[in-house]
């Protein structure tokens, strides 16, 4: 039977006292109170009025007695005087009666249920004995009761039941719930218990491995183990949460796999890789704009503008303490010092210098990495180069961004626009690191040898500095200063085993060389200077003297074959000057008439453009002399560009096809001495164009004396040599008449 856990015990044979002595065979009824608050008064109105026969099988054990319940009864009356009970009984029958085999059923249940319980929860071997000899299910439910969370009006309202099939189930019901409520705490300690040893044990190995691993590297220092030296580095790199949290899951990745698992060698590279990233910001230094000044000086003749802007750059940095302002692009032709100068603004600046060669780039992972995924995976170029340099804020020039290809790999000339944004590069992020790194301090400088192949979004990005070509004066002190003292010093010559004259320094740059940089005069002075090693190793003794008259000696012929102006004049045929990536040159519009139907025929190194600006140019010589319509419909014309001229240059070459065409149906020459460049409309306005210092300086070169320029091109003879505008007369033209007037094409 269910017993309240808060009752009074009365005999029913003597009235006795709550507190007296019960001795063993004594016959009590138990009443259940309805509260269990020890400061309320003890009256008879606080007992439910149902209660259980019952006879002391024990006596009083350490504060305990044992009764054997019997049947349910009413108590009809109670009544209490402040020292004694007195009650009144009445038996109180069940209804609807278990017959023997579900009663045995439900006590099978219910039994099974609490031994096994018992037996998973470690019990005591006598509770287990005590349970085992159990015959019934109001004992099991009785025994169970102790570990129920039951309130007394709960445990009564079991007791009240009067139907002993709905009474045993409930009892059953409550048996179940404690065996599921124990089982279900049970799990949960033997889990929690499961996980304590887990970490334990894991701790134990750990403190282990590291007392292991002290010892052996104490043993052999040099034999540190992967694991830890990669650990301790990831602990020093200064990286980044994002960082770090990646390398450490790949050093947990190889711990995991071991030294033989298939990824250990790509997770320990790309932990290396990461760790030797200088993460660390590093302070600016301050910078002495006058000893910058006095650095570019030194290291590049001439260039004035150019390192003009340069130190606005250096200034505006110092005074912020940070990269600032756009990306700087130096224009100019091969060899005329974009990428060297990089290295001085290096030096002024007190930084690293790192130079990533972009020509010919076709995949984008080339400059953002192979992701890890792919075998041979590596990082790209930009993430390469701050990595060798070992400084997070280096002076890096992006070479030839205008060699750079799209194709089925990606744009690279595209993906470089984060690298060059300021609002972006702070968290550029490589294929191959998979993490943010800060490229916002460093200072990024990039060369180009045109800007019509650099994508106009990118263009945007970047300043442009123009590189103009060298003169002979400026390549005469560049070889002085800088070629022939770097050659004779690498080479092991000394000044007086080598010695060239002025004169002999002049030919190899007019007749030996063709270039607006002085890369070709470098080679040449090389060869000088490997001439005169091989005489001293000879034991000759005797020191080279090259001249004049003996260049040829130790040069060989004339490998260049300037353009120059012709000896003798013939209609049809006018100078032109033309941009090439070597600098300047001129180039000659030749033209005849054949008989035919007004075809006209155009040969040569032409290209779409050019061949446009011819039919422009033939239109308009048709329109500015009507007289000579018959010769345009009975003859055809033949315009042909012999040399010089380039596809994308052909537009320069307007006014000098108007010019040969008039000459030639006119009949009317053009001096040789005479050259010209712009581009013509249909309406007769000459157009700017490009280039002009290039083509000045040919000019001069070639033998011409007048050239004629666009008039919106006046503000690039700022650009021009002061040497070349004064050998030329140089006249500044608005429409093309004005060209035929001069040259006497109009005239009377």
Not at 192 to 199: G, L, M, T, V
Request: overall charge negative; some cysteine; proline content about 4%.
């Amino acid at each position: 039977m269910l017993l309240p856990n808060a009752f009074a015990y009365i005999p029913v044979d003597a009235t006795k006292n709550t507190g007296g002595t019960i001795s063993k065979g004594d016959r009590v009824v138990l009443i259940s109170a309805k509260n269990t608050d020890d400061d309320e008064a003890t009256t008879a109105d606080m007992f439910f009025p149902i209660g259980v026969m019952g006879t002391v099988s024990e006596s009083v054990i350490q504060g305990y007695i044992a009764i054997q319940t019997e049947d349910r009864v009413n108590i009809d009356q109670i009544t209490y005087d402040g020292r004694e009970f007195a009650v009144e009984l009445t038996h109180r029958d069940d209804t609807d009666e278990l017959d023997d085999d579900e009663r045995y059923d439900r006590f099978i249940r219910m039994k099974g249920a609490v031994t096994n319980l018992m037996k998973k929860s470690n019990a005591p071997e006598w509770w287990r004995n005590f349970v085992s000899k159990l015959d019934s299910i109001e004992k099991i439910t009785a025994a169970s009761s102790l570990a129920m969370n039951l309130t007394p009006r709960q445990k009564y309202d079991v007791l009240a039941i009067d139907s002993e099939r709905e009474r045993s189930r409930k009892m059953e019901e409550l048996v179940m719930e404690l065996v599921e409520i124990s089982e279900t705490n049970f799990q949960s300690q033997l889990d929690q218990n499961k996980k304590n040893q887990k970490a334990y044990r894991e701790s134990a190995i750990r403190h282990q491995m590291e007392y292991l691993q002290k010892e052996l590297d104490e043993l052999d220092p040099e034999g540190v183990s992967d694991i830890r030296r990669l650990e301790k580095r990831i602990e020093e790199s200064g990286m980044n949460e994002v960082a770090r949290k990646e390398a450490m899951k790949a050093l947990n990745r190889m711990k995991q796999d071991g030294q033989n698992g298939h990824e250990y060698g790509t997770l320990y590279d790309y932990i290396d890789f990461l760790t030797g990233l200088p993460w660390k910001s590093e302070e600016p230094k301050e910078i002495d704009l006058e000893e910058a000044e006095k650095i570019l000086d030194e290291d590049h003749f001439g260039l004035e503008k150019v390192k003009d802007r340069i130190i606005q750059q250096i200034a505006v940095m110092n005074l912020n303490r940070k990269q600032y302002g756009t990306i700087l692009l130096f224009v100019g032709a091969p060899g005329t010092g974009k990428t060297s100068i990089g290295q001085s603004i290096a030096k002024a600046l007190g930084r690293e210098y790192v130079r990533v060669s972009l020509g010919g780039i076709r995949d984008e992972a080339e400059k953002r990495g192979h992701r890890r995924t792919y075998i041979g995976a590596m990082p790209g170029r930009i993430m390469d180069g701050i990595h060798k340099c070992g400084s997070s804020n280096p002076v890096m020039m992006l070479d030839e961004v205008d060699k750079l290809y799209a194709s089925y790999n990606g744009d690279p000339a595209s993906a470089l626009l984060e690298v060059l944004d300021p609002e972006q590069n702070s968290t550029f992020t490589d294929h191959y690191m998979n993490v943010p790194y800060d490229l916002s301090r460093v200072v990024f400088i990039c060369t180009a040898n045109d800007t019509d192949r650099i994508p106009y979004p990118l263009l945007n990005r970047m300043e442009i500095v123009q590189f103009p070509g060298y003169t002979p004066v400026d390549k005469m002190n560049i070889a002085r200063r800088h070629l022939l003292p770097k050659a004779m010093d690498s080479m092991g010559i000394s000044e007086k085993d080598l010695a060239i004259d002025d004169e002999a320094m002049r030919r190899i740059i007019s007749d030996y060389t063709m270039e607006a940089g002085v890369r070709g005069l470098k080679k040449r002075i090389d060869t000088l200077c490997r001439i005169a090693a091989v005489n001293l190793v000879k034991g000759q003794g005797e020191p080279i003297t090259v001249t004049p008259d003996n260049l040829r000696q130790y040069m060989g012929r004339k490998p260049i074959r300037y353009g120059r102006v012709l000896p003798d004049t013939r209609a049809g045929i006018v100078t032109g000057l033309c941009w090439t990536a070597g600098g300047g040159d001129i180039g000659f519009i030749e033209s005849t008439l054949m008989p035919g139907r007004g075809k006209l025929i155009v040969t040569g190194q032409i290209g779409n453009v050019m061949k446009e600006s011819i039919m422009i140019a033939v239109s308009l010589v048709q329109n500015m002399f009507p007289e000579y319509s018959r010769t345009f419909n009975e003859m055809d014309i033949h315009v042909h560009a012999p040399e010089g001229y380039i596809k994308k240059d052909g537009t320069s070459a307007g006014i000098t096809v108007v010019t040969a065409i008039s000459s030639l149906i006119t009949g009317r020459t053009v001096a040789p001495e005479i050259a010209m460049t712009g581009e013509v409309s249909l309406r007769g306005r000459v157009m700017p164009v490009g280039g002009i210092p290039e083509k000045l300086m040919a000019a001069q070169r070639a033998g011409v004396k007048t050239v004629f320029i666009p008039q919106d091109n006046v503000d690039d003879l700022e650009d021009v040599a002061d040497e070349v505008k004064e050998k030329l007369e140089i006249v500044p033209v608005t429409y093309v008449g004005e060209v035929l007037e001069r040259v006497g094409i109009f005239s009377d």
